[in-house]
């Protein structure tokens, strides 16, 4: 049964600062890693991927991908007001025989900003 | 990324009975999948649907309660069958545009079964 964790928070960060948001997940074989965010009462965002150990930087979100210890967080910096949002994790459910996969989700971390 | 849309946004349903969801998108695209979003909850995948063949299921979803269409690329339906209060949720299709495991979500369907 594929696995992915996440603390549930609430983390609370004061505005400006880094906000981290970890993932741990139980598939060695999982290849691509997403961050979601998803705001009261709507569907979830696409904001970051990664696919490769090492870090990814995208503006204010940088992802961070081990997979030796099949570890993925997000770092946020500079936070706003408006990051406060539930942040969910995914890793893909690796199948054979070639097409996308669909994806299994963490329970999402509650995030915070405090102005 | 593709513009999906979903109907209905909300239904409110009697138990015993079924309801179809449309997932709709601007655009061709290989892949859509079905989540299931219970309340306080992350979301669950249903199942893949396939475009000219049977949508494949996860582990604990079963085609006689979710039955699947996929007639072309841009199109596709959930069915949620004999409905209990267990299946209140929210329930949204995603779509990988570009064969890459990047999944764009819909708005959802609210369904809240009495």
């Known amino acids: 049964q594929k696995e992915v964790e996440q603390n549930s928070g609430p983390l609370s960060v004061p505005e400006g600062a880094i906000a981290s948001l970890n993932c741990t997940y139980s598939?060695?074989?999982?290849?691509?890693f997403f961050w979601y965010r998803q705001y009261s009462g709507k569907s979830p965002e696409l904001i970051m991927f990664i696919y490769s150990n090492g870090d990814k930087e995208d503006g204010r979100f940088t992802a961070q991908l081990n997979k030796a210890s099949q570890y993925v967080s997000l770092l946020i910096r500079d936070s706003q007001p408006s990051d406060s949002a539930t942040y969910l994790c995914a890793v893909n459910n690796r199948r054979s025989g070639g097409g996308a996969d669909g994806l299994t989700f963490g329970k999402g971390t509650h995030l915070i900003i405090q102005p | 990324s593709a513009v999906i849309s979903q109907k209905p946004s909300r239904d409110i349903c009697q138990r015993g009975t079924s309801l179809t969801i449309q997932c709709q998108v601007d655009s061709q695209v290989t892949m859509m999948f079905w989540y299931r979003q219970q309340p306080g909850q992350s979301l669950t995948l249903i199942a893949t649907?396939?475009?000219?063949?049977?949508?494949?299921?996860e582990s604990g979803f079963v085609i006689d309660k979710f039955p699947i269409s996929r007639p072309n690329l841009t199109f596709s339906t959930l069915t949620v069958s004999n409905m209990s209060p267990e299946d209140s949720s929210i329930y949204l299709c995603?779509?990988?545009?570009?064969?890459?495991?990047?999944?764009?979500f819909g708005p959802g369907t609210r369904l809240t079964v009495l």
């Open positions: 995603s779509v990988d545009a570009w064969g890459t495991n990047e999944q764009f």
């Open positions: 649907a396939n475009q000219g063949s049977e949508a494949t299921y």
């Open positions: 598939d060695r074989g999982s290849q691509s």
